[in-house]
């Protein structure tokens, strides 16, 4: 469950090869630069006047058929999937992959001559930790074509594919995590694979003038043409997940969440990236705090401690918002990286323990029934918790919206209330919970 903290790494010095590009058959060389931290990975045209970059991320993606062109302006770089899956799988977060021309080499059609320029390069690592997203509930994308991605909550980043030609023909499936090593030995050296039917309309208008069967395999019915054999039985759907790894790169952050794909394309693997920077956007606008009304109807900081007992950093209420005639009551709490519970739950993956939501139920739930008790010579005593379901985490950043409505009283003895826990509109935990009131 726990993991050390990640830092965010860049290579360690400039490294270059060069070899042709696949769509002009034109020579090209590349270097990889190191770069400062939050950098991310550009693409620099050297070829070009003022050598303008290009940020590797979803909002200068311009094409995916065949391969993934992003741009920016008039200048565009192609193919840039398998560099990409590189960086990413490696380790790498930050560079400068200087070109020029505009496609990277294409290698054996692989991404094997990246993983040995990363290592020729060397990866270090930077004083700044690594910005994640952290999947937590389902999100899918699918295709008319029947291309479907589904990405799951989980610790580690995760791929599952299952890769199928036309009428099924070499249907295969993979699953793994995606590591450093994983990735050198089972992915990177899966080269591209096409289907004759596809790349001879291409060759006759001379679209790919660098594609040989030394840079592909040309599967032509049953028969698979390549220069040498396979290199793996399941050589296609390892090919699929290094272009998934390539192309989710340019979500610019690291994944943690197991991404299912059936017959992936770099279509589809864009439009999940799309949705992941939308789900992104939504999470860092609703994170920031909300305005709190003060006064009327509700109770700030100092009134909530008047009531509770309880002091940091067991108070888990920072405001009561308002209530809703005799028997709602909605409070507040903002998480914060700085609360105790996270350096030890967990060391590198901050997830706010259950059992402190049903704390923070209890704590407002106590607020309205010292208001409906309308005394402080008795206290309510949180008596039993029934129905507790805990149903997303809650990491630091969000803001709980703590909602408690009183369901039964017992003249005045006893009461029920049933609470829920709020973050991004969603429900993270929810709970039946009974008082009963003892005097002081
Ligand atoms: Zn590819």
Redesign the pocket.
């Known amino acids: 469950m726990a993991s050390t903290p990640e830092f965010q790494h860049t290579v360690g010095k400039t490294a270059s090869l060069s070899g042709t590009a696949l769509h002009t058959g034109e020579k090209v060389s590349l270097k990889l630069h190191p770069a400062p931290v939050g950098y991310g990975i550009k693409f620099k045209r050297k070829d070009l006047q003022d050598e303008p970059t290009i940020d590797a991320r979803i909002d200068n993606l311009k094409t995916v058929e065949r391969?993934t062109t992003i741009g920016e302006g008039s200048v565009r770089v192609h193919t840039v999937?398998?560099v990409l899956a590189a960086l990413s799988a490696m380790d790498v977060d930050n560079a400068i992959v200087e070109m020029d021309a505009n496609e990277p080499p294409i290698g054996d059609?692989s991404a094997q001559l990246y993983v040995d320029l990363i290592k020729r390069a060397g990866v270090t690592v930077q004083e700044e930790p690594r910005k994640f997203f952290d999947v937590r509930e389902p999100m899918h994308v699918e295709s008319k074509t029947g291309a479907l991605l589904v990405l799951l909550p989980d610790e580690k980043f995760r791929i599952s594919c299952t890769q199928a030609g036309p009428n099924n023909r070499f249907t295969q499936f993979l699953s793994m995590e995606v590591t450093p090593t994983a990735f050198e030995r089972e992915i990177a050296p899966a080269r591209?694979f096409v289907y004759y039917e596809d790349v001879q309309p291409l060759m006759e208008k001379n679209l790919i003038k660098g594609g040989s069967l030394e840079n592909a395999i040309v599967v032509r019915g049953e028969a698979v043409l390549s220069k040498e054999p396979l290199r793996f039985a399941d050589e296609f759907v390892r090919?699929k997940i290094?272009?998934i790894i390539?192309d989710l790169a340019l979500a610019g952050r690291r994944i943690r969440g197991h991404v299912v794909a059936v017959k992936p394309g770099h279509a589809t693997n864009a439009e999940l990236v799309r949705a992941l920077a939308r789900e992104q956007t939504r999470r860092s606008a609703i994170a920031v705090p909300r305005a709190m009304p003060t006064g009327d109807g509700g109770l700030d900081t100092d009134e909530v401690m008047k009531i509770l007992p309880h002091r940091y950093p067991f108070l888990m209420v920072d405001r009561i918002i308002g209530f809703e005639g005799e028997n709602k009551i909605t409070g507040v709490k903002s998480i914060t990286i700085n609360e105790p519970f996270f350096q030890g739950h967990f060391p590198g993956h901050p997830v706010m323990p259950g059992v402190m939501q049903v704390e923070a139920m209890a704590q407002v739930a106590s607020i309205l029934l010292f208001k409906l008790t309308k005394t402080s010579s008795r206290v309510g005593y949180f008596m039993s918790a029934d129905q507790v379901k805990f149903r997303k985490p809650v990491f630091p950043g969000d803001t709980i919206f703590i909602h408690a409505e009183l369901t039964r009283a017992r003249g005045n003895r006893l009461a029920k209330t049933k609470c829920h826990c709020v973050v991004n509109d969603a429900v993270v935990s929810e709970g039946e919970l009974m008082f009963t009131f003892l005097d002081k």
């Open positions: 391969a999937e398998h059609g591209t090919h290094l272009d390539g």
